[in-house]
Structures are given as structure tokens and as C-alpha cells.
């Protein structure tokens, strides 16, 4: 089967499994399951099947290496979540990124500091230049 370039959203276990790739780099079938079960119990050949089709969907990229396939990101993290926020901002929020921070600044569990660091991010980026 013909890898897909990847575009969309991953589902809730498709991205967990990401997140562990991303944070070690790529591995093995039997790597990624060591690292997922620190949280939870997963069989072995529902890691593969799941690094199968992230693969397919072209979310990752395999190797064969003597007699298994490793497994490395094929889009960097950063890369996903501008996509997905681009995403969230066009389907929610009416294609309006204003009204995306103003609900996140809105938050009443959102701590100084966390504002005073949007701030401050804010405030570079403009000095900048945009």
C-alpha cells in the first residue's frame, strides 16, 4: 500500500502513540510498546498495527533493520500542531485566531505566570515584526 502524505487530525490513541515516537525518537515495534506500557498495558500487536497505519497515513516512516522495521517521525511535532491549531482555528473559531487566544486567555484556570508568558511572547513576536 502506497503511503498517503499526512493531513487531518489523529485520533486520540494515534496521537498518544506519536507522542511517545516524538519524545524517543523512533524505535521498534517492541521499543514504542515498552515505552507506552509505562502507562497503560497494550498488547504487542496492537502497537504494530497502530504503527502500521500511522505509517500508511504517512505520519511516520519505517525501515526494515535486519528483521524488524523501525519506526521514526515523518512529521516533526511542531509541524502537527501548527497544522492542528490551523485546524481548530478554521473549524471553531470561524478561521479567526483572535478569537482562539481570546478563549484560551479567557480561561479562569489559567494561571498568571501562564498570561505573563503569552504576554511575553506576544510582545517578541511584534517586536519582531510580525
Request: without cysteine; proline residues 2%.
Amino acid at each position: 500500500m502506497r503511503k498517503r502524505q499526512a493531513s487531518g487530525t489523529l485520533t486520540e490513541v494515534e496521537l498518544e502513540f506519536m507522542n511517545v515516537v516524538w519524545e524517543i525518537g523512533g524505535g521498534t515495534v517492541r521499543d514504542i510498546h515498552a515505552a507506552l506500557n509505562h502507562d497503560s498495558e497494550r498488547a504487542y500487536t496492537s502497537v504494530a498495527t497502530i504503527l502500521k497505519i500511522l505509517d500508511q497515513k504517512g505520519y511516520l516512516s519505517s525501515t526494515k533493520v535486519e528483521r524488524s522495521l523501525v519506526y521514526r517521525p515523518a512529521v516533526p511535532k511542531a509541524a502537527y500542531q501548527k497544522q492542528t491549531l490551523k485546524h481548530l482555528s478554521n473549524k471553531l473559531f470561524d478561521s479567526t485566531p483572535s478569537a482562539l487566544v481570546a478563549r484560551l486567555v479567557d480561561d479562569d484556570t489559567l494561571s498568571e505566570e501562564a498570561l505573563e508568558e503569552i504576554r511575553t511572547l506576544v510582545n517578541k513576536r511584534l517586536e519582531d515584526g510580525g
